[in-house]
């Protein structure tokens, strides 16, 4: 089965949920797409495509439902509350006991990424979320399953040439542990050799303090984004 074949599956399962709250859904099309965007729709014929970025069922779902919701009425929250999707909680949590049912009745939403790609797309993530920190990070790559001697999770080594090399160990399998080790160790190699890696992992948020720096981000900031990228990405790959 394919994202699409799922997602599609996944509309047909929900169209009596709709279809009680007095809004049956039109003919639709979802497909899956490499675009900037996590969701674009085409309107005539209905055509919603999710990114291919998205790699849990859950998310995908939501994403979906929210989607159809706006197609279907503008008037988003009485709906939502209807077919029971809450705005008001996080990403991963938005859909009510029902919706999420349908999602764990269907089959494993398809999962398409080595550790390897799951690092270099949370790389790229990443990049954003320093940038908007007015932080520029020079190329990296994270090689996972690989360890330098005498560092115990990850190592870090900061080419000559400005480009960084990360290399995390086979036995992490926590993906927020994850995230927030390659958060510092980004940190690391955006100050370079001799840098303040501390300070600047303290500017994008990775402090117990509760406010961040001038023209930083404070550490619930970092982890509600931390946490959007993981629902979008999955959780870290077995292999």
């Not at 009510?96 to 790609?117: F, G, I, K, N």
């Not at 790389?123 to 190329?139: C, H, Q, V, Y």
Request: glycine residues 8%.
């Amino acid at each position: 089965m394919t994202r699409e074949q799922w997602l599609n599956q996944f509309v047909r399962a929900i169209r009596p949920i709709f279809r009680a709250a007095g809004y049956p859904l039109p003919e639709i099309k979802v497909d899956i797409q490499q675009m900037p965007h996590t969701v674009w729709v085409n309107p005539a014929p209905l055509e919603i495509i999710i990114a291919d970025n998205v790699h849990d069922g859950i998310r995908a779902a939501e994403i979906l439902v929210r989607t159809l919701i706006w197609k279907s009425t503008s008037w988003f929250e009485p709906l939502a509350v209807k077919v029971g999707y809450a705005t008001h909680k996080p990403c991963g949590k938005r859909l009510s006991p029902l919706l999420t049912a349908v999602v764990d009745e269907m089959p494993p939403y398809p999962q398409v990424y080595s550790r390897a790609e799951w690092l270099k797309l949370f790389t790229r993530e990443m990049r954003s979320w320093f940038k908007k920190a007015g932080i520029d990070l020079p190329n990296i790559e994270v090689f996972p399953g690989q360890i330098l001697p005498g560092y115990p999770n990850v190592g870090t080594v900061l080419l000559e040439d400005g480009r960084c090399h990360i290399y995390l160990v086979s036995s992490m399998k926590e993906t927020f542990s994850i995230a927030t080790l390659l958060t510092y160790e980004f940190a690391r190699c955006a100050v370079g050799f001799g840098g303040d890696a501390n300070s600047m992992a303290a500017h994008v948020g990775l402090s117990v303090s509760s406010w961040g720096t001038q023209g930083g981000f404070t550490y619930l900031q970092l982890v509600t984004y931390l946490t959007s990228i993981i629902a979008d990405l999955g959780p870290y790959p077995e292999k």
